[in-house]
C-alpha cells in the first residue's frame, strides 16, 4: 500500500475523470488532429474500444494481485532490484509529466489571462498552492475531485446542447482522415487519453471494489474523451485546428445565449486550474510516497517541499513552447502507452510466471 | 503536534500568497478605452490606417432617448499592425485601449483585395476578441466609415452593431459574416468566404472619400481624432432628410464581398444574398416578389424560411463532381396586389410553380457568378469531400480549382400555405 486509508468507488472514479480533462483539453485534440485529420473522432471511439479490451485484459491478469500495488507486484516479479526499478520510472514519468503540464499551464495562463504577470509568479503561486494540497494529503484532493467532478460533468453536457447548433457533421468527412492504416495501425497505439486508468495499479489496495472502479473509471474517461472530440471535431474544422492548441478554449468563447451568458470561457478556465492542480498534486503526492515506499522514508513531507521545488526550476528551464510541446508528444503519445499498458503487462506476466513456478516447487516438495 | 506543524506551515505559505500578489497591473474598468469598432485602410508604406471606435460609455448612459451618434469618438493612427496600433492609440487617449467588446471589424476594398492573411491571424489569435465579432469589407475608406455611421435608433452603438449585424435573423438582406467563419474558411480547401460588403457613399455622392481622407491621413502622417460621426453627414445631408433617408444614405449592405484565401475577388450583389443564405442553410426569414398567377403585371408577396437543410447529392463523373442540389422552403403568401383567389388549388399551384422559378434563377445564378470567380462561398465542397474516403484522395481533387467546372442541378420545392392570408379584393369597375 503506498498511501494508508480507503477510496470510495466514487472518489477515485471523480479524481480518474479529473486528471482525463488535462490532456483533453489542452493538447490531445491538437496532436489528433496532426496524425489523424478529420477521422480525429473515429480515433477517439477505436482508441476506446482499444484501450477497453487492453485494460480490460490487464486488470482480469491483474485481479489476482488486488490487494497489492504495481511496485509489489515487481517485487514479486524481480525482487527488490524490480521494485527500485520500477519505483524510479514512475516516479521518473508523473515528474516529467508534472513539470510539462506545469510548464504548459504558465504557457497558457499568460496567454490568456494574466499577460503581463512575470511567468515566474504563476509558476510559484501555484506550485505554493500544489504543495499545500499535497501536505493536506491525498485524500483531500480525492475528495476535492468528487466536488469537482459533477461541474465537469455538468460543464461538458452544457457545451454539448449550447454547441449542438454549431456542429457540422461534413467536418467528420472524409471519413479516414490522414489514411486507413494511419488510423487503425497508428491510432492502436496512441491511447494516451486513458493514461490517468494506469493510476489504479498504485490505488489498488486502498480500493474497496477494483472491478466496479475500474470499469466505471474507465466509461468516466470514455465520456469526457468522446464527447470533448465529438465537440471540438464537431465544430471546428480540420485544417484550422492543427494550429492551436488550446481547442477547448476556443470553443468556450462560442458559446453564448443572447446578451445575457456571454464570456463561458472564465468557468471554464476555473475548472481547467482546477483539474490542473489536482492533476499536479497527485502526480507530485505520488511520487513521493513511491519513493517512501521503497526506500522507507519516514518523514516525507520535507520530500515534499523538494519535490515542488525541483517541479518549479524544471518547469522554468522550459520555456519555449515549441520545447513543450515536443516534450508532451514524446512523454504522452509515444512514452505513456508503454508506462501504462506494456510495462505493467511485462511485470503481471513475469509475477505470474513467477508464482505458478513457486507453486509447482512448493506441490513437488510437498508430494 | 506533528498537525499543528503543518497548520503553522500551512497558514504561513497562504499568507505568503497575499504578500507576493501585486497591485501594479491591475486594470481599473473607469481606465478603459472600449473599442467597439476597428477599421483598417492602405496607409503610407507598409503602415495601415487604423482607425478605433471608441465608445464612451458616460454619455451612453446619460443620453437617454437621444440617438447613439455622440456616444463614440473615433482615433486614426498609422501603425504596421493592431498591436502597434493599440499602443499609439494608448499614447494618445487619457486610457488604456479594450478590445473585449469588439463588434465590427471593417477593412476596405483596396486592402481587402490586396491580402487580410496576416490581418486575420493577428486577430484570431488575440484573445480578447471574440471569435464571433462581425468582420466587414467598406467599398470605400473603413475611416469614413466608422466616424460617419450614426445609430439613429440606438443609443449604445455597441449595440447597435449587435442589432444591425444579427439582421440576417429576420431579414434576407444580410448574411453571417464572423471572425471564426472567415478564419476557417481562408484555412480550408474546401470552401471559401463571404462576408458582408458595406457601403458608406452618400447619396449622390461618387467621388471616392476614402481616397481623400486616406490622403490626408497619409500627408500628415498624423494621428486624427473626431468627436462624433454626424457633423459631416448631416451637413451634408442638409435640413430636409429625415432620420432614416440620413442611416440610408450614409452606410448600407451592399451585398457580400467574395474571398479566394485571404484575398478579395468579387462581390455578389444585394439579391443574390438570399441565394446564399439558402445555400449555407442559413435563410431564417426572407420576403420574396414573384408574378400573379393569373392577371399580367400583378405581383404576389411571399415570405420564405427555409426549415430544412439543403441535399447535396454529389456524383464524381471523369473527376468532375455532379451535384444535385434539393432546397425545400415554407413560404406564406404574405398579399396580392391582384384579385386572384388564392384559395383556388390551380393558382395556388402556378404561383407555387413561380415561386420555385424565381428561386431556381436566383440560386443558379448565384452559383455561375461564384464559378466565374472560381470560389466555392456557399461550401459545397463540404458535401463534396464526403464521397471520399481519406483526405489525400479529396486534396488530389483539388476543389478549389474544380469549383468552376461543377455541375450543378437545383430542385426547389417551395411548401405554400395561403390559408393565412385575408383578402381585400377591389374589382377595377
Known amino acids: 500500500m503506498i498511501f494508508k486509508g480507503f477510496l470510495e468507488n466514487f472518489e477515485c472514479i471523480a479524481t480518474l475523470g479529473c486528471m482525463t480533462i488535462i490532456p483533453i483539453i489542452l493538447t490531445l485534440p491538437t496532436f489528433s488532429a496532426h496524425y489523424f485529420g478529420t477521422a480525429s473522432f473515429l480515433y477517439a471511439v477505436y482508441s476506446s474500444i482499444v484501450a477497453g479490451i487492453l485494460f480490460f485484459i490487464l486488470f482480469k ?45 504558465n504557457e497558457n495562463v499568460r496567454n490568456i489571462l494574466f499577460d503581463e504577470a512575470p511567468s515566474i509568479y504563476i509558476s510559484l503561486l501555484f506550485i505554493i498552492t500544489v504543495l499545500i494540497g499535497c501536505l493536506i494529503g491525498l485524500k483531500g484532493i480525492f475528495r476535492a475531485s468528487t466536488i469537482l467532478a459533477p461541474f465537469m460533468i455538468i460543464g461538458f453536457i452544457g457545451m454539448f446542447f449550447a454547441l449542438v447548433p454549431s456542429i457540422d457533421l461534413t467536418n467528420f468527412t472524409p471519413v479516414f482522415g490522414n489514411g486507413i492504416s494511419d488510423l487503425f495501425i497508428g491510432g492502436a497505439y496512441k491511447i494516451s487519453g486513458y493514461e490517468s486508468l494506469a493510476l489504479l495499479f498504485l490505488i489498488a489496495p486502498n480500493i474497496k471494489n477494483f472491478d466496479k472502479t475500474a470499469r466505471n473509471s474507465f466509461f468516466m474517461i470514455a465520456f469526457f474523451l468522446l464527447s470533448a472530440f465529438f465537440l471540438i471535431f464537431g465544430v471546428m474544422s480540420y485544417p484550422s485546428l492543427t494550429d492551436n492548441y488550446l481547442p477547448f478554449f476556443e470553443l468556450t468563447k462560442l458559446i453564448s445565449y443572447g446578451r445575457f451568458v456571454q464570456r463561458v470561457e472564465s468557468i471554464f478556465v476555473l475548472l481547467w486550474l482546477i483539474a490542473t492542480f489536482i492533476y499536479l498534486t497527485i502526480g507530485i503526492s505520488f511520487s513521493v510516497l513511491i519513493l517512501k515506499k521503497i526506500f522507507n522514508i519516514k518523514n516525507s513531507k520535507i520530500f515534499l517541499v523538494i519535490a515542488c521545488i525541483i517541479v518549479l526550476i524544471l518547469s522554468r528551464v522550459l520555456t519555449s513552447y515549441i520545447d513543450i510541446l515536443k516534450f508532451r508528444e514524446i512523454v504522452s503519445i509515444y512514452l505513456s502507452p508503454l508506462l501504462i499498458v506494456v510495462y505493467p503487462f511485462i511485470l503481471i506476466l513475469l509475477a505470474n510466471l513467477k508464482n505458478s513456478k513457486n507453486n509447482k516447487e512448493t506441490n513437488y516438495a510437498t508430494q | 503536534m506533528q498537525h499543528n506543524k503543518s497548520f503553522k506551515l500551512i497558514l504561513l505559505l497562504l499568507l ?40 464612451i460609455p458616460l454619455k451612453v448612459s446619460s443620453n437617454e432617448g437621444k440617438t447613439g451618434e455622440e456616444n463614440f469618438t473615433t482615433y486614426t493612427v498609422s501603425a504596421p499592425s493592431l498591436y502597434v496600433g493599440n499602443s499609439k492609440v494608448n499614447a494618445l487617449t487619457s486610457k488604456e485601449v479594450n478590445l473585449s467588446h469588439v463588434k465590427l471589424i471593417v477593412y476596405s476594398e483596396e486592402l481587402a483585395k490586396n491580402d487580410l492573411s496576416g490581418h486575420i491571424n493577428s486577430l484570431i489569435s488575440n484573445v480578447s476578441i471574440r471569435p464571433k465579432t462581425t468582420v466587414a469589407i467598406c467599398k470605400n475608406s473603413a475611416k469614413d466609415f466608422l466616424k460617419n455611421i450614426t445609430p439613429d435608433l440606438e443609443s449604445s452603438p455597441a449595440r447597435y452593431y449587435e442589432l444591425l449585424f444579427s439582421s440576417q435573423n429576420r431579414t434576407n438582406e444580410s448574411a453571417k459574416s464572423e471572425l471564426i467563419d472567415f478564419y476557417t474558411a481562408t484555412t480550408s480547401i474546401e470552401r471559401d468566404s463571404a462576408i458582408i460588403l458595406l457601403s458608406n457613399k452618400k447619396s449622390g455622392d461618387d467621388s471616392d472619400t476614402s481616397k481623400k481622407s486616406g490622403n490626408s491621413n497619409d500627408s500628415q502622417n498624423s494621428e486624427q481624432n473626431s468627436t462624433g460621426s454626424s457633423s459631416e453627414g448631416q451637413s451634408s445631408q442638409g435640413s430636409s432628410s429625415s432620420q432614416g433617408d440620413k442611416e440610408n444614405s450614409q452606410k448600407k449592405f451592399a451585398g457580400l464581398a467574395v474571398f479566394k484565401g485571404s484575398k478579395m475577388v468579387g462581390e455578389i450583389p444585394q439579391d443574390l444574398i438570399m441565394s446564399h443564405l439558402i445555400l449555407t442553410n442559413e435563410l431564417k426569414q426572407g420576403d420574396i416578389t414573384v408574378y400573379d398567377a393569373k392577371e399580367d403585371g400583378k405581383l404576389a408577396s411571399i415570405f420564405l424560411r427555409q426549415e430544412k437543410k439543403c441535399k447535396y447529392d454529389v456524383t464524381m463523373k471523369n473527376d468532375i463532381p455532379e451535384i444535385n442540389i434539393k432546397i425545400k422552403l415554407t413560404g406564406h403568401l404574405r398579399s396580392s396586389t391582384s384579385t386572384t383567389d388564392y384559395l383556388d388549388k390551380e393558382n395556388k399551384n402556378i404561383l407555387t410553380s413561380n415561386i420555385e422559378k424565381e428561386i431556381k434563377t436566383l440560386v443558379e445564378k448565384y452559383i455561375q457568378l461564384t464559378q466565374s470567380y472560381n470560389t466555392d462561398t ?33 430542385n426547389v420545392d417551395v411548401d405554400l400555405n395561403v390559408s393565412r392570408i385575408i383578402f381585400h379584393r377591389i374589382s377595377n369597375i
Open chain 1, 61 to 105: 491478469f491483474f485481479s489476482k494481485y488486488k490487494n497489492k500495488d504495481i511496485l509489489d507486484v515487481a517485487e514479486i516479479a524481480g525482487g527488490k532490484l524490480l521494485k527500485y526499478i520500477t519505483g524510479l520510472i514512475v516516479v521518473l514519468y508523473l515528474m516529467t509529466a508534472a513539470v510539462i503540464t506545469l510548464s504548459e499551464f
Open chain 2, 16 to 55: 505568503s500568497l497575499f504578500l507576493t500578489t501585486g497591485c501594479y497591473n491591475k486594470k481599473e474598468l473607469d481606465n478603459l478605452a472600449y473599442v467597439i469598432g476597428i477599421g483598417a485602410d492602405i496607409g503610407s508604406g507598409d503602415n495601415l490606417d487604423i482607425t478605433y471606435q471608441i465608445a
Open chain 2, 378 to 410: 456557399a461550401g459545397i465542397g463540404r458535401y463534396v469531400k464526403q464521397e471520399f474516403l481519406t483526405w489525400d484522395e479529396f486534396e488530389k481533387l483539388k476543389w478549389n480549382e474544380q469549383y468552376k467546372n461543377a455541375r450543378f442541378n437545383i
